[in-house]
């Protein structure tokens, strides 16, 4: 059975494809965005340097475009600080007493919890907004 070269570049493609779902690397789907533009190439009659040039364009230029555009938004807030992973981020306590290293011991959701202050000022008993969680203290600011 003879395989046409647009076969084979769908086939590179869906490799290509499944590889990615496997591994979660996006890049890889870009790639067989390219091996689709190269099976397109041979439809159309093109040769294999054809074939190549139009791969290596549509899937190069993707790669680079998502590259170029990853690089310029800003980089993920870390699990600890993400409110989007931890729904505790944002949330207010009260703190009653701090103690002169600049810890507390607070209530919070029916617990106790260790409390750091991590903002710039002298922390002085009141109301304070969870910055980040780290393990099981909460890292508070002024509110």
């Known amino acids: 059975m003879d395989w046409s070269a ?8 869906a ?33 294999l340097s054809g074939q190549l040039l139009a791969g290596a364009v549509v899937g190069g230029g993707a790669v680079v475009a998502w590259y170029l555009r990853r690089s310029r938004s800003p980089p993920a807030p870390s699990a600890s600080s993400n409110p989007d992973v931890n729904l505790d981020i944002g949330s207010k306590v009260h703190v009653t007493h ?7 011991r607070v209530t919070y959701r029916g617990a106790g919890w260790d409390a750091r202050f991590v903002g710039s000022a002298t922390p002085s008993p009141g109301d304070f907004v969870i910055r980040s969680v780290e393990g099981s203290r909460l890292m508070l600011d002024q509110a």
Do not use: I
């Not at 647009?6 to 493609?13: I, M, N, P, Q």
């Not at 890889?28 to 439809?43: D, P, Q, R, V």
């Open 6 to 13: 647009s076969t084979l570049w769908w086939a590179g493609a």
């Open 98 to 104: 701090w103690g002169p290293d600049g810890s507390a």
């Open 15 to 47: 490799c290509l494809v499944a590889a990615e779902l496997a591994t979660g690397t996006f890049y890889l789907l870009m790639l067989a965005t390219g091996a689709a533009a190269s099976a397109l190439a041979a439809h159309a009659g093109l040769a």
